[in-house]
């Protein structure tokens, strides 16, 4: 009769082995989103202008975009984007909604513009005054920084690329579309 004395030991090993694989990241993969540790959501209503994202499909030909948020009393966020249609100068506006999936620090929100489709919306910096507003997603596909002015002063904008850079953003995706005549 053999003895497995000697399986139970590697087994383990190998189990260890497999768990602690799992949890590693790949060599290439971004660092982890780090959100700010906490939003006071009353504050942070109001409306935002955007300064400059990551362009995607939905804002394509958008100048001047702002976002317009509105606390309901259920506790979620009533969003409205706006922003002029490059081509034709025309208002586009969206609808939607987003919530706090982060009860306690309220800086990891889902967004919605038609159900069921929903997205991360992350708030990764914040000015100490709530002046500006940088919000991402996880997977570095959205980023959009925000602040309360239309325009940005040169050197706060310089310290929000450097901290995003740090975060793992490509910042040569961003780009700045204001309305005509706005730095």
């Not at 995607?56 to 001047?64: A, R, S, T, V």
Request: proline residues 7%.
């Amino acid at each position: 009769m053999r003895s497995f004395g000697f399986v139970i030991p590697v087994a383990a090993l190998v189990m260890l082995l497999f768990l602690s694989v799992g949890n590693c990241r790949a060599a290439g993969d971004p660092p982890q989103l780090i959100t700010v540790p906490h939003v006071d959501l009353t504050r942070y209503m109001g409306t935002w202008h955007e300064i400059a994202r990551i362009e995607h499909f939905f804002q394509k030909g958008c100048l001047g975009s702002s976002a317009t948020y509105t606390l309901l009393p259920n506790g979620e966020v009533e969003v409205i984007n706006r922003c002029v249609n490059e081509a034709d100068g025309a208002l586009r506006e969206a609808k939607g909604r987003a919530w706090s999936v982060d009860p306690v620090g309220n800086a990891r929100l889902k967004v919605s513009f038609f159900w069921p489709f929903r997205t991360d919306y992350w708030i990764i910096d914040l000015g100490g005054e709530y002046e500006y507003a940088v919000v991402g997603a996880p997977n570095r596909d959205y980023l959009w920084v925000l602040a309360r002015q239309p325009v940005m002063e040169a050197s706060v904008y310089s310290g929000i690329v450097q901290r995003i850079a740090r975060q793992g953003f490509d910042t040569g995706r961003l780009i700045r579309k204001p309305l005509p005549g706005k730095p």
